[in-house]
């Protein structure tokens, strides 16, 4: 089934997106694996899972689960429910299994993407991104997507429909967090989640790098943790208070 729904995707990709996909032998083809991304549209999905050589597990908010036609094919495709502003555990659980038995999962540390009348750019990443890496130890995948939030857009009607819009898909570096000796728990979250989100940014045109425009490396080399470890502690710090 899963099979089956990924050239079903394919055709789909081919027909709303005229995609470019680079990096993507960057995928480690085996072992624990989580792949986090900024979040354009519904579609995000559908234009990495398709072109990656790795069976994905897709994080989805709960919601979707329950709409028709597209609850069944997520369901069908064993995507992990999540529901939103709130810590589920189950979904913490599965994750967590689904690594440690050696699988991709793919996630959107933002949570939501921007609305039609919004900017583009990347929102504030959620926390729980950072929690899995940090209690799955597992290899992270950064990837950046651009041109997709036209596809199928109010702002493209209604002409747009039929035409392949450009999207564009980077891989980035695999890479595994590390965060300093003796910090809480909360910056080392904070940490972990901003060199993740870093690394998306870098992947991105400027205009879509949002929140993290002025902490976006100028190219895809990773910054140094060293470098922003003292604004991510001193958010933390804020948090805690």
Same mark, same amino acid.
């Given at each position: 089934?899963?099979?089956?729904?990924?050239?079903?995707?394919?055709?789909?990709?081919?027909?709303?997106?005229?995609?470019?996909?680079?990096?993507?032998?960057?995928?480690?083809?085996?072992?624990?694996?989580?792949?986090?991304?900024?979040?354009?549209?519904?579609?995000?999905?559908? #234009?990495?899972?398709?072109e990656l050589p790795r069976r994905l597990y897709i994080l989805a908010k709960a919601e979707m689960f329950s709409?028709?036609?597209? /609850?069944?094919?997520?369901r069908k495709a064993d995507g992990i429910p999540v529901r939103r502003g709130q810590s589920d555990r189950e979904?913490?659980?599965?994750?967590?299994?689904?690594?440690?038995?050696?699988?991709?999962?793919?996630?959107? !540390?933002?949570?939501?993407?921007? *609305? &039609?009348? $919004?900017?583009?750019?990347?929102? *504030? #990443?959620? &926390?729980? =991104?950072?929690? +899995?890496?940090?209690?799955? /130890?597992?290899?992270?995948? !950064?990837? /950046?997507?651009?041109?997709?939030?036209?596809?199928? =857009?109010?702002?493209?009607?209604?002409?747009?429909?039929?035409?392949?819009? !450009?999207?564009?898909?980077?891989?980035?570096?695999?890479?595994?967090?590390?965060?300093?000796?003796?910090?809480?728990? *909360?910056?080392?979250?904070?940490?972990?989640?901003? $060199?993740?989100?870093?690394?998306? &940014? #870098? +992947? +991105? !045109?400027?205009?879509?790098q949002g929140y993290y425009r002025e902490t976006a490396p100028a190219t895809e080399e990773p910054l140094a943790?060293? $470098?922003?470890?003292?604004?991510?502690?001193?958010? =933390?710090?804020?948090?805690?208070?």
């Amino acid at each position: 089934m899963y099979q089956f729904l990924i050239r079903l995707s394919r055709l789909l990709v081919f027909i709303t997106m005229n995609r470019r996909v680079s990096g993507q032998d960057n995928t480690p083809r085996e072992g624990g694996l989580l792949i986090v991304s900024n979040h354009l549209g519904l579609l995000d999905p559908l #234009a990495i899972s398709t072109e990656l050589p790795r069976r994905l597990y897709i994080l989805a908010k709960a919601e979707m689960f329950s709409w028709p036609v597209v /609850g069944w094919l997520a369901r069908k495709a064993d995507g992990i429910p999540v529901r939103r502003g709130q810590s589920d555990r189950e979904a913490i659980r599965r994750v967590l299994e689904h690594l440690e038995a050696g699988h991709a999962v793919l996630l959107f !540390p933002e949570g939501t993407y921007p *609305k &039609a009348d $919004e900017p583009r750019g990347m929102l *504030k #990443a959620q &926390a729980g =991104a950072a929690l +899995l890496a940090q209690r799955s /130890g597992a290899t992270i995948l !950064p990837i /950046g997507i651009s041109g997709l939030e036209m596809v199928w =857009a109010v702002r493209s009607m209604p002409w747009g429909w039929f035409r392949r819009w !450009p999207v564009e898909v980077r891989v980035g570096e695999p890479y595994r967090p590390s965060v300093p000796a003796g910090v809480s728990q *909360k910056q080392a979250l904070a940490l972990i989640s901003q $060199e993740m989100m870093q690394r998306i &940014a #870098a +992947l +991105l !045109p400027e205009t879509y790098q949002g929140y993290y425009r002025e902490t976006a490396p100028a190219t895809e080399e990773p910054l140094a943790l060293a $470098e922003t470890a003292t604004s991510a502690i001193a958010e =933390a710090e804020r948090l805690e208070s």
